[in-house]
């Protein structure tokens, strides 16, 4: 069965640091995506990437980069120059088989960006 | 993509009523998924819900607690049946959409129930 484990449940940095949020996957699944999504106060699930297994190359947007690294199991996520509004929940998250199956969510981790 | 909305966005039940959430896409999509957050928690699969089909239920969730009903392709409705404290969650619905398959969430209904 898949699992994911975001080991850090809160991390608090301040404004301008940079700041990883580890994610460790498990599968047996040959095929799956990865996803990192954010929770702001408000609630709602806002997408920030998606990676197929297949696709193990770095990813760059603006301030986010994510490292995908297979032989590890692990989508790490990495903040750079840390802002207050970057202040939210994320979770990363595993779908087996093709990209439209059901997620399984991590734990969270709360990301505090103090000014 | 897809636009999804959620009514109601949030309300206060008493324990033993029936509360039925509903979930709106503006376009047509084959995969709906109901999601309930409890607070400070993670996100876990409630169901699956297929336009044409019965919802497949997770473990842990039973179609009389938490029935589900996908009348076409745009939309879809949870009910949160006989409620006690312990339901007071966030629920989203999800759909999956485009051709890469991206993952959509609605914003979300927050209820508490007393």
């Known amino acids: 069965a898949q699992k994911v484990t975001q080991a850090q449940t809160e991390i608090s940095v301040v404004e301008k640091e940079d700041v990883t949020l580890d994610c460790v996957y498990e599968?047996?699944?040959?095929?799956?995506?990865l996803f990192w999504y954010k929770q702001p106060p408000s609630g709602e699930l806002v997408f920030l990437i998606r990676?197929?297994?297949?696709?193990?190359q770095n990813e760059i947007s603006g301030r986010y980069s994510w490292n995908f690294q297979k032989s590890t199991s692990s989508f790490n996520f990495t903040i750079t120059a840390s802002q207050v509004v970057d202040s939210a929940v994320y979770f990363c998250?595993?779908?087996?088989?093709?990209?439209?199956?059901?997620?399984?969510f991590g734990g969270g981790t709360r990301l505090m960006v103090k000014p | 993509s897809a636009v999804i909305s959620q009514k109601p966005s949030r309300d206060i039940c008493q324990r033993g009523t029936s509360l039925t959430i509903q979930c709106q896409v503006d376009s047509q999509v084959t995969m709906m998924f109901w999601y309930r957050q409890q607070p400070g928690q993670s996100l876990t699969l409630i169901a699956t819900a297929n336009q044409g089909s019965e919802a497949t239920y997770e473990s842990g969730f039973v179609i009389d607690k938490f029935p589900i009903s996908r009348p076409n392709l745009t939309f879809s409705t949870l009910t949160v049946s006989n409620m006690s404290p312990e339901d007071s969650s966030i629920y989203l619905c999800?759909?999956?959409?485009?051709?890469?398959?991206?993952?959509?969430f609605g914003p979300g209904t927050r209820l508490t129930v007393t």
């Open positions: 999800s759909v999956v959409a485009g051709s890469s398959y991206e993952q959509y």
């Open positions: 998250a595993l779908s087996e088989g093709n990209a439209g199956n059901m997620l399984t």
């Open positions: 599968t047996r699944d040959t095929t799956y995506y």
């Open positions: 990676r197929n297994s297949f696709d193990e």
